[in-house]
Structures are given as structure tokens and as C-alpha cells.
């Protein structure tokens, strides 16, 4: 077997296992605070399977580009991240009621009318609900890929050979 095609220990790799580790961290802690929220257990499992493709969205809108940065992810600022992630979490939790609007706008029924009817408290929570799982999830990334990068470059510190000096 050619090992020299193996992807592991990559580059691409890495910052791959990085970004859905931090997306599986998000997953649990909005699972953990849906839970909470409601109080039920229930809930949060609830939330385990309606998260996913949620989330997915969001790993496609930020983490493939993060993912596709590269190294250079890590000389933005952590803030910066944190932001590009709160930003996708609002963008988010909008996208499908204006898309419910524009739909309605496009193809419209005679005698009926659209509109974003949204209370500012629940909305205001949801909002910083989403802002704060896309923030965490840029930040944890981040976290994620210093570990891997730190762990490689000990591993490959480790099997470099060392020289032995004789004895005089």
C-alpha cells in the first residue's frame, strides 16, 4: 500500500478535522441551552436533529471559507472571527422567514398579505442565540486548529533523529 497519497497529516486534513470538531461542539452546546431553555431533556434531543441541517448551512456559509483560508486564519483576529460568525448566525436566522416573504411577494394570492410579524423580546433572544452559536463555533475553530497544528509539529519534533556525539 503507497502511503504517500495518504491525506492524513495534511494540511486540508487538519484544518478539516479541526472545523467539524468545532461544528460537533456547537452542535451539543445549542442542543445543551435549546434544552435548558424549554426545560426538557426532550427539547435538546429535539434540537439534536433539527440543529443539523442548520448548522450545515452555516459550515458552508463560514467554515468552508475558513477552512479554505488555510494557516492564514489564524493571523485574523480572533474577533474578527468571532464577528464573520455572529454575522452568519443572524444571517441565518432571517434567511428563511424573508424567503417565506419573497416567495409570497413573487407569487402573490389574491386577498392575502405577508409580513415579518416578530416579537422584538423572542426575536432579540433567538437573535443572540444564533449570533452566539456562530460566534463560538469561529472561535472554537480557531481553538481547534492552534491544538492540531501545535500537535503535528510536536509529532514530527518527536521522530526527527537526533545525532549521537561520541565519546572522547
Given at each position: 500500500?503507497?502511503?504517500?497519497?495518504?491525506?492524513?497529516?495534511?494540511?486540508?486534513?487538519?484544518?478539516?478535522?479541526?472545523?467539524?470538531?468545532?461544528?460537533?461542539?456547537?452542535?451539543?452546546?445549542?442542543?445543551?441551552?435549546?434544552?435548558?431553555?424549554?426545560?426538557?431533556?426532550?427539547?435538546?434531543?429535539?434540537?439534536?436533529?433539527?440543529?443539523?441541517?442548520?448548522?450545515?448551512?452555516?459550515?458552508?456559509?463560514?467554515?468552508?471559507?475558513?477552512?479554505?483560508?488555510?494557516?492564514?486564519?489564524?493571523?485574523?483576529?480572533?474577533?474578527?472571527?468571532?464577528?464573520?460568525?455572529?454575522?452568519?448566525?443572524?444571517?441565518?436566522?432571517?434567511?428563511?422567514?424573508?424567503?417565506?416573504?419573497?416567495?409570497?411577494?413573487?407569487?402573490?394570492?389574491?386577498?392575502?398579505?405577508?409580513?415579518?410579524?416578530?416579537?422584538?423580546?423572542?426575536?432579540?433572544?433567538?437573535?443572540?442565540?444564533?449570533?452566539?452559536?456562530?460566534?463560538?463555533?469561529?472561535?472554537?475553530?480557531?481553538?481547534?486548529?492552534?491544538g492540531e497544528i501545535a500537535s503535528q509539529q510536536a509529532k514530527k519534533n518527536s521522530l526527527k533523529p537526533t545525532a549521537v556525539q561520541p565519546?572522547?
Amino acid at each position: 500500500m503507497n502511503t504517500s497519497y495518504s491525506t492524513v497529516g495534511s494540511p486540508l486534513f487538519i484544518r478539516l478535522c479541526a472545523s467539524f470538531e468545532a461544528l460537533f461542539i456547537i452542535w451539543l452546546i445549542a442542543a445543551f441551552f435549546f434544552g435548558l431553555y424549554f426545560e426538557s431533556i426532550g427539547s435538546g434531543v429535539l434540537c439534536l436533529f433539527w440543529s443539523v441541517p442548520v448548522l450545515a448551512f452555516g459550515w458552508v456559509l463560514v467554515g468552508l471559507p475558513a477552512v479554505a483560508l488555510g494557516d492564514r486564519v489564524l493571523t485574523i483576529s480572533v474577533w474578527l472571527l468571532a464577528a464573520a460568525g455572529a454575522a452568519t448566525g443572524v444571517f441565518i436566522i432571517f434567511l428563511f422567514p424573508l424567503l417565506n416573504v419573497a416567495s409570497e411577494m413573487l407569487h402573490p394570492k389574491p386577498g392575502l398579505t405577508s409580513q415579518l410579524a416578530l416579537s422584538e423580546s423572542n426575536m432579540l433572544g433567538w437573535l443572540l442565540f444564533f449570533a452566539g452559536l456562530g460566534a463560538a463555533g469561529m472561535m472554537t475553530y480557531r481553538w481547534r486548529l492552534e491544538g492540531e497544528i501545535a500537535s503535528q509539529q510536536a509529532k514530527k519534533n518527536s521522530l526527527k533523529p537526533t545525532a549521537v556525539q561520541p565519546e572522547e
